[in-house]
């Protein structure tokens, strides 16, 4: 079938995942049911027995089905959560988290560690953001505006913040949306999620970058979503390889964050954003382009968004401002054509009624300000310096990566031999936390990279932090 392999044993893996994944999505095997043995299913797909139990285990994480001891493994029933029959289902119940999360919450125990050297966060370090400014507009607001903590906010959020959105789209990328495209989310991980459930059904399946935002593959994951790992590289994708995914497995979207890319930092070149927008609208695959990073440049700015380029309604573009101008308020904004709007609407009102009000009518007080433009002026400036710190003294250690031109993130290739994951548990014994490769990637490889993220400590804390790592890295 597929010319191009990463690698023989993940695509092996993948094939059982989607052969499971389209038995579900069938009937083949209903709620409940017991899928074929590990032996037997490999005698049928042509595959090691391992590799299936591989996929099974991985599937059952995803929450899609559910071993029993000495029985094999069952569809999960949806609405006890088990796969087990209601008579067994309280037997079986467990107070144990739903294992579709463990990725996420691999992540979040490194965030939750209590080191020194923080790089695993890829957060600004709060000191640089305008805090005072943002109190002073607080209060502007709740003078304003007395009712506001009284009051929901629509489903789709603010009217004037989306018509001033609008304008801002218009005049400073002449993206042309009107605000009733412009939906305001509780940041950018409510906007995949809720696009996610909107236009893709468990067994669909979608293209994902390899590596890619981790929460993402949870996200997916979770609903029940075969993956489709698209390598990227400093020089973006190879294109072939994404229309013939396109074309042999007709996926519903691909999830891409093409501007100073978590993990990696790099940014798909304008020319791939132009092919990407034919090969979608080709082959009917919605691209979601999660855009977090945009403003976030050292020096130029990058190419413009893909949503830019779209004029048949492929793009369904996802616009963060939390993590630089107030996480704390969480404010971004799912930009989509009316067709797409209108199934992600019903759910938004499921998920929260609308984005709390305040926090709206504070990033509109703040957004609009001459303020904020100095703030993102000297923001560029500091995180660049930053960059350039850890920059320094990484030079030293032989380790390889491409230094980004914007983001908040440094994708670090280690020497062969040491391993992400065994680096990782020396670091903490150290002080030191990142992100080992593995997290970022859809199939839990990668462990010769890490991602350093360097937004959240000064420029003498990266660099201690970093000759530590590098020292760490010698007793592996
Ligand atoms: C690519 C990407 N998307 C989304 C998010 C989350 O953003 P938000 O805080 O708006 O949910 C992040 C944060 O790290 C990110 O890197």
Known sequence: MSKMKPLESSSMRLKVEQAVLEGLRTGEWKEGERLPSVRSMADRLGVHRLTVLKAYSRLEQAGL????????????????????????????????????????????????????????????????????????????VLDQHPMVLSTYSTVMGDLSLREGMAQYFRDRYGIVVAADEIMVTTGSSQAIDLVSRALVKPGDKVLIERPTYSPAIDIFGQQGIGMLPVELTPEGFDLARVEELMRLEKPRMFYLNPTFHNPTGYTVPGEQ?????????RYSCILIEDDVYYDLYFDNPPPPPMFYYDTEGFVVYIRSYSKYIAPG???????????????????????????????????????????????????????????????????????????????????????????????????LEQSIAFVPGSICDPIGEMDDRIRLSYSLLGEKSLEEGVERLIRAAEFV
């Open 329 to 427: 308020i969480r404010i971004s904004f799912l930009i989509a054509r009316p067709s797409v709007m209108e199934a992600i609407f019903p759910l938004k009102a499921l998920s929260d009624a609308g984005t709390p009000l305040l926090g709206q009518k504070i990033f509109q007080s703040f957004f609009f300000s001459a303020r904020m433009q100095e703030h993102i002026v000297k923001l560029r400036l500091a995180v660049r310096l930053r960059k350039e710190a850890l920059e320094r003294v990484l030079a030293r250690s032989g380790w390889q990566w491409e230094s980004p031109d914007g983001g908040l993130n440094l994708w670090v290739r280690l020497p062969e031999g040491l391993s992400a994951e065994l680096l990782l548990a020396r670091g």
């Open 65 to 140: 089905l559910a071993s029993r001891y000495r029985s094999g493994y069952f569809v999960k029933s949806r609405e006890s959560g088990t796969g087990f029959s209601d008579s067994e289902h309280e037997e079986h119940w467990t107070y144990a988290a739903r294992p579709g999360y463990r990725n996420r919450s691999r992540l979040s125990d490194i965030h939750r560690q209590p080191v020194q050297y923080r790089m695993s966060e890829a957060l600004l370090d709060p000191a640089l953001l305008p805090n005072r400014f943002l109190a002073a507009h607080a209060k502007e």
């Open 273 to 281: 954003r132009k092919a990407l927008i034919e090969l979608a609208e």
